[in-house]
C-alpha cells in the first residue's frame, strides 16, 4: 500500500457535533420505523432504514472521513465530497421515507405539542410544495451547481472556511429539493404527472455531462488554488482535473439514469398482476385506523414515567430505610474535617480544606445536581443529623411561630449571607467558614429543638430556600406514581406519619404537592406510604412555574409576596454575586467609593447589595408589572402581577448560578489535591505525596468553560422565556394580549440574559485558588 | 437484535468521537520549497493568522515521485520579532495532525505581529532547515469567538413565537 493511502486511512477528522447529530437523527428513525413496521411490514420493510442510514453514512463520509482533509489537496477527493452530498446522500434519505419515522420515533409531547402545530403551517407547506415543484427544483440544483464549480467561487469555498460550509449546505438543500420529485417519498402527493421526471432526469444529466466536460477537456487548471498545493504521489494538477471531471460524468450520470431507468420499468410493469396483488395488500393495511403520529395527545400513565426508586442499585439504596442517615453521616465527616481543618489548619483558603471545599467542590456539585437530579443536597445535610439523632430526647412540640410562618426571615438571611460573603470575604477566610459550618449545626439543632416538624429547613435555612427555589427547574420530583391510589387512601400517612417514619415535616401532603418547592427529599413519605406510591419520578423541568394551583404546605404562588421576594433575592443576588468578582464591577466600585470621598469598603459593598439584590429587583418588577398590566389591559393589581411573573425568572438566576458555580468547579477542581496533600501531610500521612501548589495556582480556564457557561445562561434563557409567555397565556383571551402582556417581562429576562453573558466574559478572580507564580 | 443494533450504533458513535484527537487540519500554504531531494510545504491555520492557538503543520515528499516521507522529525522555533528573545519551540508530529500526510505543531501565539519561523527537520539522518516569517493578527475577542453560543437562542425564540401563533389560531374563540 502506497504511503499515502495509509496516511489517508488514518486521516479520520473530529466532528463530534455531526457525529452526535447523525446519531441522535438514526437512534429516532430507527425508533420510529420500528413502530411503523410492526403495522404494515410490507411498506416498511427493511429496505427503508437501510436507504436512510445509508445516506446518514454518506453524510458523515463526505464531511468526517479522510474525504475532508484530503479534499483541500486533491479535486478529485473534492469532486467525490461534493458527489456524495448530492447524488449519493439526498436519494437515499428520501427512499427511506423520514417524515413518518421521524416523527413517530420522537417523545410523543414533543410530536404533538411542539412539531405538529408547526408541519400543520400552511405557509411552510406551500413554500415546499413550491421548492419541490420540478419547475423550481431543477432551475436551483441546476443554479448552485454551476454557481459553485465556476473558478471564482470554487476558489471562495477553498480559501474560507466559512464559504466552504455555506457552498456545501447549499448542495445538500438544493439536492434534497431536486430529488423530491424522483423518489417522492411517502406520505407525499406530487400534483405534477410522473412523465415530467423524463425530461427532468434527462435534462439534469445533459448539464452534468457539461460540466463535466468543461473540466476534463479544458487546457488549463480551472482553480488556480490546485495548481498551488503539493502535488501527491506524482499526480498533475490538470490531470487530477480531468480525473474529477470523469467522476463528475461516469458516476454522476449513472445517478441521474439509474432512476430514469427504474421510472420506465415501473411504467412498464405497473398494471401487471403483481404489482395490482401488492397495492391490494397495501389498501387492507391503509384501511386500519391511523397512527396518532400528530394527532391528539396520547395520555401517557404516570406508573411508566422514568421513576429514579426503580433503577437498579440507586433506587435499591434509596428505598433502604438508613439511606438518608448514611448519607448525612458521610456528609457530617466532610463537614467535620472541614471545621477542624478552617479551626486549625492554616489560614490560606487554597491550602485548607474549609477554603477549598465548601467555595468550590459542594457549591459547584450542589447546583449540577440540582441541574441534572433534584434537591440531594438537602437529602443529605449534615446540619440536621444531630437533631434527627437526639430528636427523643429533646422537648419539641411547639408550633413554629404563626408570625414567623412565611419566608421573609429566610429572605432576610440570604440576602445577609450574600452581603457578608462579599463583605467579609468568606471564601478566603477558612476560619469564619468553619463557623459558619458550627452556626448552622447549632441553628438546627435549637431551632428544631424546641419546634415541630422541620420548622429550621422551612422557614430559616439559607441554603434549603435556595434549593427549595432552584429545584424548581430540576428534572426529578417526589410525587406520587398513581394519584387514583391516594383517592382511596384514608390513613394518609405521607402527611401523618406511621410506624416507620415520621409524616413530612414540611407540611406538604403528597396528592396536593406540585414541584418540588420545600421538599428536602428526605423520602419520609416514601418510606411511610403503605402503598408504595410515592416515587422520585421525571418531569419536565419548569413545569411547574407556569401554572398556579393550591398547593399543599404553600397556597398559591399569587397570594404569596414572600416567595416572590425570595426568588427575586436569589435570581438578582445570581447575578450580583457572579458580578462581584468581576475586574469591571470591582473598578466601577473603587471609582463610586472615590466619587463619594473615599468610604470603607464595606459601606460601598453594602450599597451594591443594596442596589443589586434590593432596590434594583423592585424597581424592575415593578416597572414590568405596571407596563404588562398597561399594554396587556389586565385587570390584576400591578404587584400581583408582578408576584405572578417574578416566579418565570426562576430559570435565568438558576442558568447564572450554574455558570458562575460551574466555572469555580471546572476551573478549580484540582485545588483539593494539594489542600488534602497538606492536611494529611499536617496530620502524620505522607501517603498522598508532598503538596504540588502549581496545582492550586490560578490557571487559565479551559476554552470549554465559557461555552458551558453560556449555554447554562441560554437554557436559563429560554426556560424563563417560555414560563412567562405560558404565564401569560393563561391569562389573556386572544394571542396578541398575551404577547402584550409579556413584553415587558421578556425584555427583563433578556436584559438579565445579556448582563449574565457579558459577567462570563470578563476577565474573573479565581477565587479559592492560589495567585500565579511569580515568574 | 435491538441490543446488536444499540451496540453497532454505540461503537460507530464511539469511533467516531474518538477518532481523531487533534484539531491541525493543514490550512493556508504558507511556504513551498525544495530542499535536496524533499519538497516541503508548510501550511498555517487559522487563516488569517491570529495570535492565540495556531497550528503549524508540515508535508516533506520525496521530490522526485512525490511521496510522503513517514514520520520525520521536525521541530518548529517561533521567535517574535519584536521581542527576539520570546521564543516558542514546538515538536510537529503527525499524530496531532488531522490528515496524516502531515505533521503537526500546535503552538500558542501569546501576541500579535510579525514572528520569524524557523522549521528544521530529520529525514534520513540529513538535517535541513527552513525559515519563513508569519504575520498573525489581533487574536479574536472572546465575545466574537463565542458569537454563535449566545445568539442561537433567538432562532429558538422566533421558531416558538411562530409554534404560539399557529396554536392560538387553532383554538376556538372561546375564551
Known sequence: MSPTLQAALRSWPLAPWLAVSVFITAAVYLLGWRSLCRRDPVRWHVGRPAAFLGGLAAIYLALASPIEPFAALLLQVHMLQHLLLMMVAPPLLWLGWPLLPMLRGLPAPVRTYWVAPLLRWRVLRKTFAVLTHPFVAWPLYVATTWLWHTPAGYELGLNQSGWHVVEHLCFVATALLFWFPVVRPHPSRPTWPRALLFPYLLLADAQNTLLAAWLCFSPSVLYPYYSNVPRLDGLSALDDQTAAGVLMWVPGSVAFLLPLFWISVSYLFDSTSAAKTHRAKRRRVASLPQLPIIGARQITSKAQAFDLLRVPFIGRFLRWRFSRPFLQTLMALLAAIVIFDGLTGPQISPLNLAGVLPWIHWRGLLILSLLVGGNFFCMACPFTLPRTLARRWLPGGRPWPQWLRSKWLAVGLISLFLWSYEAFSLWSSPWITAWIAIGYFVAAFLVDSFFTGAAFCKYVCPIGQFNFVNSLVSPLEVKVREPGVCSTCTTMECIRGGATAPGCGLELFQPRKHGNLDCTFCLDCVHVCPHQNVGILATVPGNTLSRDPIRSGIGRFTQRPDLAALVLVLVFGAFANAAGMTEPVLQWQDQLGMLVGNPSRLSVTTAYYFFAIVLLPVFAVSVAGCLSRYWGKLTDDSWAIAIRYSFALIPIGFGMWLAHYGFHLFGSCDAIIPATQRFAEDHGWNLLGVPSLQCACCQKPSDWIPHFEILMLDFGLLLSLYTGFRISEANAAHFSQGTKAFAPWALLICLLFACGVWIVLQPMEMRGTLPPPLN | ?175
Open chain 2, 1 to 175: 437484535m435491538r441490543s446488536n443494533l444499540i451496540i453497532l450504533m454505540s461503537s460507530l458513535l464511539l469511533h467516531a468521537l474518538c477518532s481523531a484527537p487533534a484539531l491541525a487540519d493543514g490550512g493556508k500554504i504558507v511556504l513551498m520549497e525544495r530542499q535536496g531531494d524533499y519538497r516541503i510545504s508548510v501550511f498555517t491555520s487559522p487563516d488569517p493568522l491570529r495570535a492565540g492557538p495556531i497550528d503549524i503543520s508540515v508535508l516533506i515528499q520525496d521530490a522526485e515521485n512525490g511521496e510522503p516521507i513517514p514520520k520525520p522529525q521536525i521541530i518548529v522555533t517561533l521567535k517574535s520579532a519584536r521581542a527576539p528573545f520570546q521564543t516558542i519551540r514546538a515538536v510537529a508530529t503527525n499524530d496531532a495532525a488531522t490528515n496524516k500526510l502531515l505533521s503537526a505543531a500546535l503552538v500558542d501565539l501569546p501576541e500579535p505581529g510579525e514572528w520569524k519561523c524557523d522549521v528544521n527537520f530529520l529525514v534520513r539522518h540529513t538535517a535541513f532547515q527552513l525559515h519563513f516569517l508569519i504575520d498573525a493578527g489581533e487574536q479574536t475577542t472572546v465575545r466574537l469567538a463565542v458569537w454563535p453560543w449566545f445568539t442561537w437562542p433567538a432562532g429558538a425564540v422566533i421558531l416558538f413565537g411562530i409554534h404560539r401563533r399557529l396554536v392560538w389560531r387553532r383554538r376556538p374563540a372561546t375564551r
